[in-house]
């Protein structure tokens, strides 16, 4: 079992930043790939950015290239999403989740889910 928590949501301007941490518990940290999904008002669960056990790959979504970045710490059992130039269409639920599968933009590959931190960006 592996517990995430997320943190740092909030209400923001637009071309403000944010960033979002994640904070893991319970089987080894490393043993997995994370990645952080969204879900907007009336909108299906997206792929936002993943991150390989070691760090060294990230992937991320169209939407989200060149704005966000994805990191982790290994060493304090952490992974983060700094969110840069937000605009009012990235408003959502903002969910943290880990997978046994390096670089996976799938739902379905996710065992484990945070509850999510709310991001709203105002026009």
């Known amino acids: 079992q592996v517990q995430l928590v997320e943190s740092g949501g909030g209400l923001v301007q637009a071309g403000s930043s944010l960033r979002l941490s994640c904070a893991a518990s319970?089987?080894?940290?490393?043993?997995?790939?994370m990645g952080w999904f969204r879900q907007g008002p009336g909108k299906e669960r997206e792929f936002v950015a993943a991150?390989?056990?070691?760090?060294?790959?990230?992937y991320s979504s169209d939407s989200v290239k060149g704005r966000f970045t994805i990191s982790r710490d290994n060493a304090k059992n952490t992974v983060s999403l700094q969110m840069n130039s937000l605009k009012p269409e990235d408003t959502a639920v903002y969910y943290c989740?880990?997978?046994?599968?390096?670089?996976?933009?799938?739902?379905?590959?996710?065992?484990?889910w945070g509850q999510g931190t709310q991001v709203t960006v105002s026009s």
């Open positions: 989740a880990a997978t046994p599968i390096r670089g996976s933009s799938l739902i379905n590959d996710y065992d484990y």
């Open positions: 319970g089987r080894a940290f490393t043993s997995y790939a």
């Open positions: 991150i390989s056990w070691s760090g060294s790959s990230t």
